[in-house]
T-cell receptor
Framework: AQSVTQPDIHITVSEGASLELRCNYS??????LFWYVQSPGQGLQLLLK??????LVQGIKGFEAEFKRSQSSFNLRKPSVHWSDAAEYFC?????????FGTGTRLKVLA | DTAVSQTPKYLVTQMGNDKSIKCEQN?????MYWYKQDSKKFLKIMFS???????INETVPNRFSPKSPDKAHLNLHINSLELGDSAVYFC????????????FGQGTRLTVV
């Protein structure tokens, strides 16, 4: 069955520190993977996506993610977190006419 | 110019009422979706439409009836609202191929009292 797991429900980091959000997926065929961010009261905004080619993908707002097929992972990283990065982050895999989301990771940033 | 717009943004209503949420996209996408986000932020697919045809109905109670009058619109009508229907409902759209990302509306926060 297709699924996405985000093991960390909450993560707290200090401003300026590095960040890694974990995502594991289960998908039988070639996965198409996405990271979205949701700020409070807002819709979801795409940070980046992977569907082929280079396994390290760059996104908006200084985020990057690395696809590792052997580990079924697609972890999101940022070298230096800003206070405005505090939000909910969702990893997703696209299926047939649907996107399957993980349960999300809430990021808190300490000043 | 908003890509995916849904109205209203907030909806407070009493149990047993019937309500509708409207969604429009101006991206020229073929596929549109309704997602439900519960209080724990979990996003679950409810329906997907491709070229006005229903593709996915993910075990949603038949009190929920989507309607797609054309490719740019996908509305959601809910009959006999229940307390458990309280959630944020998101409309989204995408191209039909799996490699395309979905674009989301701002969400409609439905509160049933």
């Amino acid at each position: 069955a297709q699924s996405v797991t985000q093991p960390d429900i909450h993560i707290t980091v200090s401003e300026g520190a590095s960040l890694e959000l974990r995502c594991n997926y289960s998908y039988g065929a070639t996965p198409y993977l996405f990271w979205y961010v949701q700020s409070p009261g807002q819709g979801l905004q795409l940070l980046l996506k992977y569907f082929s080619g280079d396994t390290l993908v760059q996104g908006i707002k200084g985020f990057e993610a690395e696809f590792k097929r052997s580990q079924s992972s697609f972890n999101l990283r940022k070298p230096s977190v800003h206070w405005s990065d505090a939000a909910e982050y969702f990893c997703a895999v696209s299926g047939t006419y649907k996107y399957i989301f993980g349960t999300g990771t809430r990021l808190k940033v300490l000043a | 110019d908003t890509a995916v717009s849904q109205t209203p943004k907030y909806l407070v209503t009493q149990m047993g009422n019937d309500k509708s949420i409207k969604c429009e996209q101006n991206l020229g996408h073929d596929t549109m979706y309704w997602y439900k986000q519960d209080s724990k932020k979990f996003l679950k697919i409810m329906f997907s439409y491709n070229n006005k045809e229903l593709i996915i109905n993910e075990t949603v109670p038949n009190r929920f009836s989507p309607k797609s009058p054309d490719k740019a619109h996908l509305n959601l009508h809910i009959n006999s609202l229940e307390l458990g229907d309280s959630a944020v409902y998101f409309c989204a759209s995408s191209q039909a191929d799996r490699g395309s990302e979905a674009f989301f509306g701002q969400g409609t926060r439905l509160t049933v009292v």
